[in-house]
């Protein structure tokens, strides 16, 4: 008998940048620097990205915080990438975390469904918010498998 492939959600998540980050200012972008991501070994088809942030001033509404993913295609590598010019850059995945609210409190911003090649990645993250990210924001990714059964 014939089985099925499925979707499986692996069982924890990975910090690509964890809360002792410093605050990033509004037009930059800085590495998430707790840990890369490695795919090459993980396998994972689907993923999705969570940033946790706040701000201290209200952010402009409507505007998204960008997350830039750089493969090194030789397993050892990374493409170049640029702080200073990041959305000109068409070598990388770019994941928008949706837009932000108006408000200083604490925001959770999701990507979900973006597929990755079987490589390792750095990811970087670029504050288009209109203010500074509070210190301690973090990065973790989710990732999804296909199990067959």
Same mark, same amino acid.
């Given at each position: =008998? ?8 692996? &069982?924890?998540? $990975? ?6 980050? #410093? ?11 707790? &840990?890369?991501?490695?795919? &090459? ?5 689907? &993923? ?10 209200s ?8 997350? !830039? ?13 640029? $702080? #200073? ?10 994941i ?20 990755? =090649? ?7 993250? !670029?504050?288009?918010?209109?203010? #500074? =990210?509070?210190?301690?924001? $973090?990065?973790?990714?989710? $990732?999804? !498998?296909?199990? !067959?059964?």
């Amino acid at each position: =008998m014939a089985g099925t492939i499925k979707a499986q959600q692996q &069982s924890a998540s $990975t910090t690509l940048q964890d809360g002792t980050s #410093s605050a990033l200012a509004n037009g930059a972008v800085v590495a998430a620097a707790t &840990s890369n991501w490695d795919n &090459s070994s993980n396998l994972c088809f689907v &993923s999705g990205f969570e940033l946790n942030t706040g701000f201290s001033v209200s952010p402009t509404v409507g505007v998204g915080i960008e997350l !830039y993913l750089v493969p090194a295609l030789d397993g050892t590598n990374f493409g170049a990438f640029d $702080t #200073s010019t990041p959305n000109v850059q068409l070598t990388t995945f770019t994941i928008t975390f949706g837009v932000v609210f108006s408000q200083t409190a604490a925001q959770r911003l999701v990507a979900t469904g973006i597929a990755l =090649m079987a490589r390792l990645y750095k990811a970087y993250v !670029y504050n288009k918010s209109g203010q #500074s =990210m509070a210190a301690g924001w $973090t990065v973790k990714i989710f $990732t999804d !498998y296909a199990q !067959y059964t």
